[in-house]
Every structure is written in structure tokens, then in C-alpha cells.
């Protein structure tokens, strides 16, 4: 029975592998005829006549922009694919700061309220620093990028148990509708089509990802009053589980 | 002595003086009277006419002076030649050229010398003319003019000389030339005479000269040839300037020669000049040819042949007798009149001109084309046979032979047919192929057919039978031998072939068999016999003999073994084996079956007895004697059992009976009987009781370890054992008589218990969980095998349970199904990642597509760069879509099976090398004689990109060299890939391949150990291995295989 289970086990183990091997030659090997795209569309630029009909220029932009979209979508991967690889040097952050810092290199945070609560009693902790920044980032960006109002509110809410600090993230943004809420940490999802908002869907799968291995959590949930809500759990000890 | 002294033309001067011949000429009048006129009008005792040649002066004519020559070195006139005018020495002692001449100082003591030089017309001096004194003296100016004069005379008259003597060399050689001439030459006066004739008249003639010259030509021509001669001759006197004509003269012996004249007569004399030729040889010679054509003509007219010649358009020139008295028509009929083809029949014209076209490729007209085509293209005679039709309309066959007639220029001129009546032949021919049918009649009845075969011409002739049997249609003899060959059955056919070799070896006749393959896969059985023949010289030049269709007797003799072996067979399956034992020859026979059972070779019978007894079970030995003496001695069927002991040392158990055979007078002989290997059947028996043993022990065991209950076919309780006891917490007696699967599990009396009644009521096991609950109300979990017993109808007449208590494992399993669940659900996770990621990167990729594709077709004329980087960006675009379905197939490695394709490695290292290596600052070899073959290509590409791939990346040099090789092995593909960068530590080696988490310096080397592994992973699952050759600094070498 025990010798079942431990198959299983290691069945399991060889699927995770899989997987990682999987993202891995996804973002490497596909990187490759992915820069010569990239590089050919530049040439094509540089060659092609400004004076060329307007369809031309305008089939030639969107085409830029998809390739565009695809070295994001392949950069979103490659950064998935390197979550437990990369950047797992501990040093001491405080968490403020970078919160701060994260608004900072916003670009459209002229028109948006940024509400930090701070209910921290141990602002600096050594952990991966580089991690929680990367989650930070992707969140904050998230609350604004998707938010369609003029004026936009986000709620920026730090909390700590023993065992870990709780982030929540909550904005008055379109939220995400109950159906598909479920998929939003799938890589590549986008809630709207992504002509809507230039996005490739891979923040809150790179986050997720990054929780899973700090042995962290992130959830969903629809603000009463309209908008997300992320929250997230920061383990104060971390165990990677890679 | 004073050197010579040359003129500068001295050398053309001696050829002009030569051309006069005048050197050593006899003296002359004419020069004399000259010296003569000169000594006198000088006053001086000599005169000389000197002419000087290389060596000397010579005297032509001298007065006053014995000598005839002198030494030219020493001569005066050497230097009067020199000048134009008169040279003149007054007094020799006193002039230093002449002091010392031995013709001053001694005889004839010259003192005085003049010399006039003698010119020639051509500015040449010949010499002089001089005059010579013993006084010293001096010419007057006119004596010195009538020196000159007097040596002008001189060159006169060597020049007239000079003429006469040209004359008369020409005249000599004319006359030689007519002399010597084979042809009549003559000259005939006006008044007809001869005037000269030369010796060829003698010659041919027989008259001396004397005998013509003078004599009128008429008298010798013959009478008949007069008038055309005067004809001719009259001509001349109209103006013509040559006449030729023939006529016949008069030899002296009588007869006549036919001469052939050439006549011109000379403008001003009238005289002719006449050359006849002698053309009597000619004549003959023609003649003769005339008559031997008359006598060629006879011969063939009086032949059996029949001779047409015919112009080049078919109109009959020539008929000769033989074609008169074959076909009834005569010459004169068909000459100039009719072409051959009124002899022949129109359907056979149409068919030789059919068969024509076929041979020659080209259109060939029914016509007179048939019968000469072939003789004019190919240029040789043609023969054929055909009908002649005759005048009376009856025919007869004809051998008709075409020869193309030429001319002396080689062109066709006509033809010439030679016929010959052959309906003898043909009658022979007739009478041998009827005598052939009778002979094949015969042997269609023996079923035999007649062959022959020869070995120069490589001919094979078959009799019609032969035919039959081998159903074939009669064939040319080219094509008859591949169509023998073609039937033979192809394992027969090298027999076929020895048997030819040997008979030419040995001579001798031979006998086979061999099988031919008739179509729809019939197989007949042919017997062949056969003999060399020979020429008259005893060689051997051929093969000859019959086949017979033996198919029925090789049937029937098949038959015969099919039923000899169906008995051995038989018994051999029913493991019998019969046997006969003779008394008075002590001799055993045994069939094959037998033997089998005995597992021995075939025996001789005297060997056989004694290996038989070898073989009994020691034990058995004295037993089966005695039995057999009785059988012998009473007659009493024989019943036995025994052992046989084989080789191995196992036992075989047997049983055998026999029957005394007894002869007519009821005397016993022998013993028959046969024997049958009971081994089976007695090792089961054994086996049986074994196993009725070992029941109980299991039952017993059984009791100890399981949960046994055995219920009636209602269900009820018949019998528990102590661990049912035990587990349920209830007593014996509290259960037996009780119904099974009530109060027990009462909430699972629903379709559960209905399901197990169905299956084991209908006399099937049944097996399963079920859970159970104990006396105190908890429950427990078995897994019951139920048998039925069933009775002699086939119903179940009582139930045994076995179960185990499973309890505890149920509890495990519940953890197991959540690791399970686990897994599965892992399995859905990757599953639908590895869409959503190869989906989601697909869309804009497609999209990329066909935007360049509406980009180009918006563009047509688009600058040809900006076209060839769109061509290029959508290759990339396939490449990427193409590596998107290849990692997505690869997530799949060991859930999902990667089809196999052919792949050529040498292209998929070509792509992978043009993909990922810079062309710049790298050098790669792919070596020879990489296979192409079956495997899942996506992963050997991912080998190779990712060991390419980190040698590219980890290149330390300006030039990276990457080396890809290839070896055979002989069960695996080895390849390997080398490269000059920094190399690996050898510590490093084993590490290298270990996923990313053991890998120091995570930074650096990171993406090499995942693509290392992911390497090593799929080459371990292909069956193959990878290892590494390197130090550090020198370059690695990554070698791997994969199985063939």
C-alpha cells in the first residue's frame, strides 16, 4: 500500500518536473524564432516606404504590436518559468518602502488615490526580497491598469500574524465577473480580450506562482462596493517549495 | 705565280660558255679563216681564238702556235676578259703581270699581246680573240677596230653554231620520240602516199619502211572501210582541223587491223599528219565479253530457274526461258510490258507488304515495293517464298530470290528475281509435318512430348504434345525457351540447369522429375528423359528426349505417403506405437509411433530387440518376460504394464497388448501388439492424490488465515470457522442456521447482496468488498471470494466464503486516493497549462501571419528586400508554431505517446544549427552519414538544440568550433556533439545533468542544468545514455545514444 503511495508520489513529482520542463523550453526555445520575428519586423520597418497606403501602415502597426504582444507573452513565461530559479537572495526589506517605491515607478499615477493602511509592527524583514516586490508590482499595477474610471481609489491594507503578513490589494476598478474569477491566476488570462487592455495575463500567474513557492497563498474576492480585492499571505519564515 | 683573276659573273659565264659545246670541238673552217685574217691584218706570227673554261684557255683556232691549250693562270686573255676593250701588252718583259711568265721567259717567248674579248648577246666574255708577237710591239687604232670586228665574227659564229646544234638535239629526240612510239605515226603526202611512217608501222603492220614510204595509203585498206575513210579524209580538205575514224588496213601476213586514226593536216604544205592506234586487242575483248554474256544468257535459259529482271519501276526487261516454261508466258508477252506482279496473288503481296511494314518500322504500299524493298534498302538478295500464279491459272509455290542490280556508279538500276519452283519441296515439307502429326497423335496418347535442344544455334523445338502438356500455344523458337523457363517451378529450375552441364560433361542420358506451374497456380509433375546427340564426328551438339506428364502417378504415390504418414501420424497423436515380434527369426519390428514413444532412432531388427530390453524399467524386466513366454507358449492375449527408463533418467509409464499370431497350422510364430504411453494419465493420477492431500493441508491453512463460511443454496449458515468467530464477535451457535447476509449488514440487503445472489447462483464466483458489521456495531471491511458448488445439474447446491479482513487497508486507501487524486489533478493542471500557453502564444502569432499576408497582398509591388524579409518572418512564424505543438507534445512525454516519424538528422541539425548558431564567430562541422529513421522527432530535436544551444552560450572563444558526429553502433545510434569552450570539470560531469536545484552559481549555469536534464531525461526514456568528455579548458564532448 505505502509502496502505491509512494509511486503516486513520485509520479506526482515527475508531473511537476514536467511542468517546469515544459515552461522552461516553452520560454527558451520558442525566444529564439521569437527574436528573429522581432528583429525581421524591424527590418521590415526600416525598409518599408512611409508613403504606402494608410491600410498598409495601419496592418503594419498592429502587426508590430502583436509581435510586441508575443515577446511580453514570452517574457511573462520566461519570468514564470524562472520564479524558483532566480532572484532567491534574502536581505532585508521594509515592506512600506517598497510599496512606496512600487507607486513611484507607476506611470499613470497622477489620477489615482493611493490609501496605504499600515498596521505593521515589523516593517523590515528579511526574506526574498526581490519576490515580494515582483507580487507587489504586478498587484498595484493590476488595481490601475484595469481600472477604467477617471479617478481611481486604491486601498493598500498591511496586516501580520505570527506566522506571516497579510497584504490586501483593493481597488474600485470593473472587478472581475463571478464566473471567471477561478481562471484569473491562469497564465495568459485576461479578463477582457486583450485588444481591450494591452495585457498578456501573466502578473497573477507569476504571482501565484511566486506564493506557491515562498509557501504563501493569494485569493480573490469582489469588493462589496464594485472593484477586487487581492490579499495575500507573506510567510515570515520561508520554506521554498520548489 | 700570280693568282688567278676571276670576272665577277665568272661562275654564270662558265654556264654560258658550256651551253655553246664548244669546248673541244673540232677545228673549223669558218674559225681558222678568222686567226688567219687577224695575224694578218696585225702583222703578228699568232693569232689566236681563246676561250677560257675553269681551269685552262682553249684554243678554237690558233695560227702560229702548236699548243692547243695552256694553263688559264697562266694565260694573257685572263685579264682581256676583264675589259671591254682590246687589251693590249706592248712589251711582256717590261710589264710586272707577264715578267715572270714561263710564256715571256721561255717558249715561245710572247712579248707583244692584244686580245679582243668575245661578248656573247648576254654580257658573258667567253674568252678572245687575240693576237700574239716575239717582238715588242704596238696596234694601230685600226688595227685594234679590225680586232674587235674580227672578235664580233668569232661570237657570230659560235652563236649560229650554238643554233644548229639546238636544232639538231631537238630533231633527234622527235625522231627518237616517233621511233620509239607504239602508236603509227606517219606523214601522208597530199597525193595520198606515205611520206614517212615510223617503225611501229613495221611492228604492227609486218611491212619494212621502204615498202610504204612512197606507196599510197589506200592500197592497204580494206575495201569495205574505203569510202568512210575518203570521208573523213574530205573533211580535212572542207577545213575541219582533226579527224578520227576507224578502218581496217592490211598486214603483210594478210590479215586485217582495226587502226583508229587521228588525222590533222599541216596549213601550209597540205601534208597530214596521221597517229593510228592499233585497237584489234579492244575489239576482241569485247567480243568476248558479248559472247560470254550470250553464253551466261544461255545457261540461265536453260535452267530450272526462273529469271525476271526488271527496271527500277517493275517493267520487266529480261524474261528468261525458265520463266517461260514455269509460268506459261513467253517473253514477249511480259517484256517492256507488265511488271512481275502478274505472277503473284494479290493477298499475298498485301501480306508481305504487311509484314514488311512491321519489320521496317516504315509504310511499305502493297506494290512492286514488296518484292525489291528489302534488297534495295538493306542491300542484300531477299528470299521468300511465294505462289506463282501461271498463265493457265493454276500455281505453284516458288523460293523467289531479289537481288537490287547496280550500275558502275553504284546506283540502282533494277532488279533481278531468280525463282525456283519448290512445290517438291513443299511436298516433302507436307508429307513431314503429317508424319510429324501422326507422331504427336502418339504421344498425346502416351501423354509424351518430344523435345530437342541445340546448343550452337540455342534452339529449342518441341512436339505439339510437348505443347499440350505445358499449355502453350506453338511459339517462334525465340521466344520458346524463356517460356519453357517461365513454367518451370522456380525450385526446380537449377536441376534443370545442372542436368544440361552434366549431360554435355559426361554424355550420358538422364531421368528427372521437376514440377511445372500452370496458370491459376496448377502444378503438374513432368518426367523428363533425355540423351545427347552428336554430329557425325561424334560431338556432342545437342539434347534431345521426351517429357511425360507423371502429375496422376505422383498423385497417386503422394497419396500412398500421405497414408503411411496419417497412420504415423495418428499414432504418434494417440502416443500408440505397434509393434511384431517373430519367434523363429528372434525379430522385432516397430512402427514409427513406437519408436517415438521410446524416443529412439529407427533400428535395424537385429539391433532392435536389444534396445528395446536397454530401455525397460530394470524392475520391470523379469515381469514382462514371463508374461511374454506365456503368450508364446499358451496363446493367451498378452495385457501388460511397465516402465521405460530413458536417456534423461525420466520414466515413461506404458501399457501394451498383443496376440499371439499363429501360422495356418495353429502354431504360434510371433506376437503382435501395440503399446501406448500412459505417462500422462499416471502422472495425473498421482497427481490427483497429491492434490487431494494438499486440499486439506490448504484447508487447514486456510482455516488458520482467512474467514471461512460455507452457506446452503438459500443462504443459510452451514458451517463458520473460528476466525469468522473471531472478527464478528459472535459464537458458533449463535450463527449457524442463521440467514448469511441478514441482521448482519442489514442496510446493505438492497441491490448489493441481489447482485452477489445473481452472479453466484448462476454458479459463478463472485469476489468483492464488502463491509460488514461486528456484534458490537462497528464495522469491518472483507474481501470475500464466494464460491458455488454446484450438483450434478449444474445448481448450486452450497457456498463457500473466503474472506480477508481489509479494514486496515481500506484506511490506507483512503490516503492513497487522495495522493491520487493529487496526481490527477496535477495531470489536469499541466494538461490544460500547456494549452493555455501554446493556445494564447499561438493567437497573436496567427495574427502576425496574416497581417504580413494582407501586408504583401496590399504591396504588389513591394521592393523585392522588404518581400524577401516577409517571406522570412513567416518561416519564422511556421518555425515557432511548429516548436509551440512540439514542447506541447513533449509535455506529454510519458502520459501522452509521441508519434514516431522518419527523421533525417543530417536536416534536423542543419535547421537546429541555422536557428541557433550566430552566423558569426562560429565554425560548425556536421560530419557524414547520419540515419535517417523512425523516432519522435521533437525530442531528438530537443537534444540536440539544448547541447548545441549551451555550447553556443558558453563559447569562450572567437571562434567557436562545434563538431556534430555521428557513429553506428551496433544496437544504438551514437552521436556526438563537441565543442572548444571552457569545458566541464570533470567533478562536474554527473552534476551537470541534475535538475537546476544542485547546481551551484544558479545564475550562470542555470538554464543548462534544466536543459541538461530535460537531455538526459528523454534520452534515458528512449534507452539510451549520454555522457560527457571533458576537462576543464579543453573543450566538451557530449556523447549519447539512442537505440536502433
Redesign the interface.
Known amino acids: 500500500m505505502e509502496e502505491i503511495e509512494r509511486n503516486y508520489k513520485k509520479e506526482l513529482e515527475v508531473l511537476k518536473q514536467e511542468y517546469e520542463d515544459f515552461v522552461y523550453i516553452v520560454s527558451h526555445d520558442i525566444k529564439t524564432p521569437m527574436r528573429a520575428i522581432s528583429n525581421i519586423a524591424t527590418w521590415i520597418e526600416d525598409d518599408l516606404d512611409p508613403s504606402v497606403g494608410g491600410d498598409i501602415i495601419s496592418n503594419f502597426n498592429l502587426l508590430k504590436n502583436r509581435v510586441g504582444r508575443l515577446e511580453s507573452m514570452m517574457n511573462g513565461l520566461l519570468e514564470l518559468s524562472r520564479v524558483n530559479r532566480v532572484e532567491l537572495e534574502f536581505y532585508e526589506i521594509n515592506i512600506p518602502k517598497i510599496i512606496s517605491e512600487s507607486i513611484e515607478t507607476l506611470e499613470d499615477k497622477e489620477n489615482v488615490d493611493f490609501l496605504v493602511i499600515n498596521n505593521l509592527s515589523n516593517e523590515n524583514v528579511d526574506t526574498l526580497g526581490k519576490k515580494l516586490t515582483r507580487v507587489l508590482n504586478h498587484l498595484i499595477t493590476n488595481a490601475v491598469r484595469f481600472n477604467n474610471k477617471e479617478k481611481k481609489e486604491v486601498v493598500i491594507e498591511l496586516n501580520e500574524t505570527a506566522e506571516a503578513y497579510e497584504i490586501k490589494i483593493s481597488d474600485d476598478g470593473p472587478g472581475v465577473p463571478e464566473a471567471v474569477k477561478d481562471k484569473i491566476f491562469s497564465i495568459f488570462y485576461t479578463v477582457n480580450s486583450k485588444d481591450v487592455v494591452d495585457s498578456t495575463g501573466a502578473g497573477l500567474a507569476i504571482s501565484s506562482k511566486i506564493l506557491q513557492v515562498v509557501g504563501g497563498s493569494i485569493k480573490y474576492e469582489t469588493r462589496d462596493t464594485g472593484g477586487s480585492i487581492f490579499t495575500f499571505n507573506w510567510p515570515k519564515t520561508i520554506t521554498l517549495k520548489i | 705565280m700570280k693568282k688567278p683573276i676571276l670576272p665577277l659573273n665568272e661562275s654564270e659565264r662558265l654556264i654560258a660558255l658550256e651551253s655553246y659545246s664548244i669546248m673541244d670541238s673540232l677545228p673549223e673552217k669558218e674559225y681558222d679563216s678568222i686567226t688567219q685574217l687577224a695575224s694578218f691584218i696585225c702583222g703578228t706570227p699568232i693569232a689566236l681564238i681563246s676561250l677560257l673554261d675553269e681551269n685552262r684557255q682553249w684554243f678554237k683556232s690558233s695560227v702560229g702556235l702548236g699548243a692547243s691549250e695552256t694553263p688559264r693562270e697562266l694565260s694573257f686573255c685572263q685579264y682581256a676578259i676583264m675589259g671591254e676593250e682590246v687589251y693590249e701588252v706592248n712589251n711582256a718583259l717590261e710589264n710586272e703581270l707577264f715578267a715572270d711568265n714561263p710564256l715571256v721567259t721561255g717558249s715561245p717567248d710572247i712579248r707583244f699581246y692584244a686580245g679582243a674579248p668575245l661578248h656573247d648577246g648576254n654580257g658573258f666574255t667567253l674568252g678572245t680573240l687575240c693576237v700574239i708577237d716575239t717582238e715588242p710591239k704596238e696596234l694601230t687604232d685600226d688595227q685594234k677596230n679590225a680586232l674587235q670586228l674580227l672578235a664580233y665574227q668569232v661570237v657570230l659564229l659560235l652563236d649560229l653554231r650554238k643554233k644548229n646544234v639546238e636544232l639538231k638535239t631537238t630533231q633527234l629526240e622527235f625522231q627518237n620520240f616517233i621511233e620509239l612510239s607504239k602508236d603509227l605515226v606517219c606523214i601522208a603526202n597530199v597525193d595520198a602516199t606515205f611520206h614517212k611512217v615510223n617503225p611501229a608501222f613495221t611492228t604492227v603492220l609486218g611491212y619494212a619502211k621502204e615498202e610504204l614510204e612512197g606507196k599510197p595509203f589506200v592500197d592497204f585498206i580494206h575495201a569495205d572501210d574505203l569510202d568512210k575513210t575518203y570521208k573523213e579524209v574530205e573533211k580535212l580538205a572542207k577545213g575541219e582541223l582533226t579527224v578520227s575514224f576507224e578502218n581496217r588496213y592490211r598486214c603483210k601476213n594478210g590479215e586485217y587491223v582495226l587502226l583508229n586514226w587521228n588525222v590533222s593536216p599541216h596549213p601550209e604544205t597540205g601534208n597530214l599528219y596521221c597517229i593510228a592506234r592499233d585497237t584489234t586487242f579492244e575489239k576482241k575483248q569485247e567480243e568476248i565479253l558479248i559472247n560470254t554474256t550470250n553464253e551466261l544468257k544461255a545457261i540461265l535459259n536453260a535452267s530450272d530457274f526462273s529469271i525476271i529482271a526488271t527496271e527500277l519501276d517493275g517493267t520487266i526487261k529480261q524474261f528468261n526461258r525458265g520463266a517461260e516454261k514455269m509460268t506459261g508466258y513467253t517473253a514477249e508477252e511480259l517484256v517492256g510490258l507488265s511488271s512481275p506482279a502478274i505472277l503473284h496473288s494479290i493477298d499475298e503481296i498485301v501480306k508481305r507488304s504487311q509484314e514488311l511494314t512491321k519489320e521496317l518500322g516504315e509504310e511499305i504500299e502493297p506494290g512492286f515495293d514488296a518484292f525489291v524493298v528489302k534488297a534495295h534498302k538493306l542491300n542484300v538478295p531477299d528470299s521468300n517464298e511465294w505462289t506463282y500464279i501461271r498463265k493457265d491459272a493454276t500455281t505453284f509455290p516458288v523460293k523467289l530470290t531479289v537481288t537490287a542490280i547496280k550500275n558502275r556508279d553504284g546506283e540502282v538500276s533494277g532488279y533481278l528475281g531468280i525463282g525456283k519452283d519448290i512445290s517438291q519441296e513443299k511436298e516433302i515439307e507436307l508429307n513431314l509435318i503429317n508424319s510429324n502429326t501422326l507422331l504427336d497423335e502418339s504421344q498425346k496418347i502416351a501423354k509424351i512430348g518430344s523435345w530437342r535442344f541445340e546448343f550452337k544455334s540455342n534452339r529449342l523445338t518441341w512436339s505439339q504434345h510437348h505443347y499440350t502438356i505445358f499449355e502453350l500455344e506453338n511459339l517462334p523458337l525465340q521466344e520458346l525457351n524463356s517460356a519453357f523457363r517461365d513454367r518451370i517451378h522456380p525450385d526446380d529450375i537449377t536441376i534443370l540447369d545442372k542436368i544440361g552441364d552434366e549431360v554435355v560433361k559426361t554424355g550420358s542420358d538422364f531421368k528427372i522429375n521437376y514440377r511445372i506451374i500452370l496458370p491459376g497456380n496448377r502444378i503438374k509433375e513432368i518426367l523428363e528423359i533425355g540423351q545427347p546427340y552428336r554430329n557425325s564426328r561424334r560431338e556432342i551438339i545437342g539434347i534431345k528426349g521426351t517429357v511425360q506428364d507423371v502429375t496422376d502417378e505422383k498423385i497417386a504415390e503422394q497419396n500412398l505417403i500421405n497414408s503411411k504418414k496419417l497412420l504415423d501420424e495418428s499414432q504418434s497423436i494417440a502416443k500408440i506405437g505397434s509393434w511384431k515380434y517373430d519367434l523363429a527369426a528372434d525379430f522385432l519390428v516397430w512402427s514409427k509411433g513406437h519408436y517415438q514413444i521410446f524416443e529412439m532412432e529407427e533400428l535395424p531388427s537385429e539391433q532392435l530387440l536389444n534396445a528395446f530390453r536397454n530401455r525397460i524399467h530394470f524392475e520391470d524386466v523379469s515381469v514382462l518376460d514371463e508374461l511374454m513366454t506365456k503368450t508364446l507358449t499358451t496363446g493367451t492375449d498378452l495385457t501388460y504394464r511397465y516402465r521405460i527408463l530413458l536417456p534423461d533418467g525420466s520414466i515413461k509409464y506404458l501399457i501394451g497388448i498383443g496376440q499371439a499370431i499363429k501360422n495356418s497350422r495353429g502354431e504360434i510364430t510371433g506376437i503382435q501388439g501395440t503399446v501406448q504411453d500412459i505417462t500422462e494419465k499416471t502422472l495425473a493420477e498421482q497427481i490427483i492424490f497429491e492434490k487431494a492431500k494438499e486440499i486439506n493441508d490448504v484447508r487447514a491453512a486456510l482455516d488458520e488465515s482467512s474467514i471461512v463460511t460455507i452457506t446452503d443454496e438459500e443462504g443459510v449458515i452451514l458451517f463458520v470457522n473460528d476466525k469468522f468467530c473471531s472478527i464478528t464477535q459472535y459464537k458458533k451457535e449463535e450463527l449457524i442456521g442463521q440467514f448469511h447476509y441478514l441482521g448482519n449488514h442489514s442496510d446493505m440487503i438492497t441491490k448489493f447482496v441481489e447482485n452477489i445472489f445473481a452472479t453466484i447462483s448462476d454458479g459463478k464466483i463472485w469476489k468483492g468488498e464488502i463491509r460488514n458489521k461486528r456484534k458490537d456495531g462497528t464495522y469491518y471491511w472483507v474481501y470475500s471470494t464466494i464460491v458455488p458448488f454446484l450438483n450434478k445439474e449444474g445448481k448450486p447446491y452450497q457456498y463457500v466464503a473466503i474472506s480477508q479482513d481489509i479494514t486496515e487497508?481500506k484506511q490506507?486507501?483512503k490516503?492513497?486516493n487522495n495522493?491520487?487524486f493529487?496526481?490527477e489533478r496535477?495531470?489536469k493542471?499541466?494538461d490544460?497549462?500547456?494549452y493555455?500557453?501554446?493556445h494564447?502564444?499561438k493567437a497573436?502569432?496567427r495574427?502576425?501571419n496574416n497581417?504580413?499576408e494582407?501586408?504583401v497582398e496590399?504591396?504588389p509591388d513591394m521592393?523585392e528586400?522588404?518581400n524577401s524579409?516577409?517571406d522570412?518572418?513567416r518561416g519564422?512564424?511556421q518555425?515557432?508554431e511548429n516548436?509551440?505543438n512540439g514542447?506541447l507534445d513533449?509535455?506529454r512525454?510519458?502520459r501522452t505517446k509521441i508519434e514516431k516519424e522518419t527523421s533525417d538528422v543530417k536536416v534536423m541539425l542543419d535547421q537546429i544549427v541555422e536557428?541557433?548558431v550566430p552566423t558569426s564567430g562560429f565554425e560548425v562541422f556536421i560530419g557524414e552519414g547520419f540515419p535517417v529513421f523512425d523516432t519522435e522527432r521533437i525530442l531528438l530535436q530537443?537534444v540536440f538544440?539544448n547541447i548545441i544551444s549551451n555550447a553556443v552560450k558558453y563559447s569562450d572563444k572567437p571562434i567557436g568550433k562545434i563538431e556534430c558526429l555521428y557513429e553506428s553502433l551496433p544496437d544504438f545510434h551514437q552521436f556526438s556533439i563537441k565543442d572548444n569552450g571552457p569545458g566541464i570539470a570533470e567533478e562536474y560531469h554527473e552534476r551537470v545533468f541534475q535538475?537546476?536545484?544542485t547546481i551551484e552559481a544558479?545564475?550562470k549555469k542555470?538554464?543548462t542544468g534544466?536543459?541538461l536534464?530535460?537531455v538526459k531525461?528523454i534520452i534515458e526514456e528512449k534507452g539510451g545514455s549520454i555522457r560527457i568528455e571533458s576537462e576543464e579548458d579543453k573543450g566538451a564532448n557530449f556523447i549519447f545514444t539512442i537505440p536502433k
Open positions: 487497508q490506507d486507501q490516503s492513497l495522493a491520487l493529487d496526481l496535477k495531470n493542471e499541466l490544460q497549462f500547456a493555455i500557453v501554446s494564447d502564444l497573436p502569432l495574427a502576425i497581417l504580413s494582407w501586408i496590399d504591396m521592393p528586400e522588404v524579409n516577409f522570412l518572418l519564422r512564424i518555425r515557432m516548436l509551440i514542447v513533449y509535455s512525454i510519458g536557428m541557433i530537443q538544440s535538475v537546476f536545484q544558479r545564475d542555470e538554464s534544466v536543459g536534464s530535460i531525461k
